[in-house]
């Protein structure tokens, strides 16, 4: 199965962005990709996800704020991140092998080990 790395975290002030990247080692081309984060107090929620056929589903937490979109050349996903408030501060997973609109992700069988995002007030 592919592994996937994230990157692209950091701490940024409200109201700022940052772009993060699903990178896998193999073709994810048929597969759908969603992006997830854990938050303090180690819930886990859904943030975006994506298919094969470029559908895309969003928390409303995030919607109107936040884009994913795949490169299937590169084999990577992105998640753009605009407008960033300070309950966003969480790690962010992806996942791959699920349904892209399961916003609990139990349907993903690969996971990241995710990348921190830290928004100031």
């Known amino acids: 199965q592919v592994r996937l790395v994230e990157s692209g975290g950091g701490s940024v002030e409200s109201g700022g962005s940052l772009k993060l990247s699903c990178a896998a080692d193999?073709?994810?081309?048929?597969?759908?990709v969603g992006w997830f984060r854990r938050l303090p107090g180690n819930w886990r929620e859904g943030v975006a996800g994506?298919?094969?056929?470029?559908?895309?589903n969003y928390a409303d937490s995030v919607q109107g704020r936040f884009a994913i979109s795949r490169d299937n050349n590169e084999n990577t996903v992105y998640l753009e991140m605009n407008n960033l408030k300070p309950e966003d501060t969480a790690l962010y997973i992806c996942?791959?092998?699920?349904?892209?609109?399961?916003?609990?992700?139990?349907?993903?069988?690969?996971w990241g080990e995710g990348t921190q995002v830290t928004v100031s007030a």
């Open positions: 193999g073709d994810i081309r048929s597969t759908s």
């Open positions: 996942a791959a092998g699920g349904y892209y609109y399961d916003e609990q992700g139990h349907s993903f069988a690969v």
């Open positions: 994506i298919a094969p056929n470029g559908d895309t």
